[in-house]
């Protein structure tokens, strides 16, 4: 059975930085492109980013597009978000998943998902 | 602004049945880019419910059932029970803007 576990979440003021890992186990990691999501409180889920396998490949949604970076370590079975000039707006949980499927090929799905961090962005 | 729609919420008896529907469009749904449901409780992960349309993952009950037809899908819960209250959301992909994961508005299903 795999498991994911987000860590790094916290209060960061409005054009600060924050890093958020992802901790995988249960399921051969290199075997799967990851993703992450968020939530902001009381609203729905927004696909965030996703990477493939061995990282060469990484997918943003504009709205984080040229502040966050995805990333990985297959040596330590994690996965990585940097958020970089964080807003107000980038308030949310947010939850690593694993994906299944080719995801560049618009069907991948998620089928492990974490308990999600909290990332609070408030002066 | 999400480009799946969803009904705010939708509430049945114990036993009964109701449908959530994902209406969106020509770049998503239309464009024959596959559905998927997951089940969200208060405080809690999303978990996958439905995928590929209408398969369901190991363990998920056959209460739960997906289908889809043109630029709309819909998800049934049959024999409704008390334990289904939750929120439910579709996930699709949308090749505008150069494409993207999008996820429906996301639906609360309220057992009377």
């Known amino acids: 059975e795999g498991k994911l576990v987000e860590s790094g979440g916290g209060l960061v003021q409005p054009g600060g930085s924050l890093r958020l890992s992802c901790a995988a186990s249960g399921f051969t990691f290199t075997m799967y492109w990851m993703t992450w999501v968020r939530q902001a409180p009381g609203k729905g889920l927004e696909w965030v980013a996703h990477?493939?396998?061995?990282?060469?490949?990484?997918y943003y949604a504009d709205s984080v597009k040229g502040r966050f970076t995805v990333s990985r370590d297959n040596a330590k079975s994690s996965i990585y978000l940097q958020m970089n000039s964080l807003t107000a707006e980038d308030t949310a949980v947010y939850f690593c998943a694993r994906a299944r499927k080719y995801c560049p090929g618009g069907n991948c799905y998620h089928d492990y998902w974490g308990q999600g961090t909290l990332v609070s962005v408030s002066s | 602004q999400s480009v799946l729609t969803q009904p705010p919420s939708v509430s049945g008896a114990p036993g009964h049945r109701v449908t959530i529907s994902c209406t969106g469009s020509?770049?998503?749904?239309?464009?024959?880019?596959?559905v998927h449901w997951y089940q969200q409780f208060p405080g809690a992960a999303p978990k996958l419910l439905i995928y590929g349309d209408n398969l369901r993952p190991s363990g998920v009950p056959d209460r739960f059932s997906g289908s889809k037809s043109g630029t709309s899908a819909s998800l049934a819960i049959t024999g409704l029970r008390a334990e289904d209250e939750a929120d439910y959301y579709c996930q699709s992909y949308d090749t505008n803007l150069g494409g993207s994961y999008v996820f429906g508005t996301g639906t609360k299903v309220t057992v009377l």
């Open positions: 990477i493939k396998e061995d990282g060469s490949e990484k």
């Open positions: 020509s770049s998503n749904i239309g464009a024959d880019y596959e």
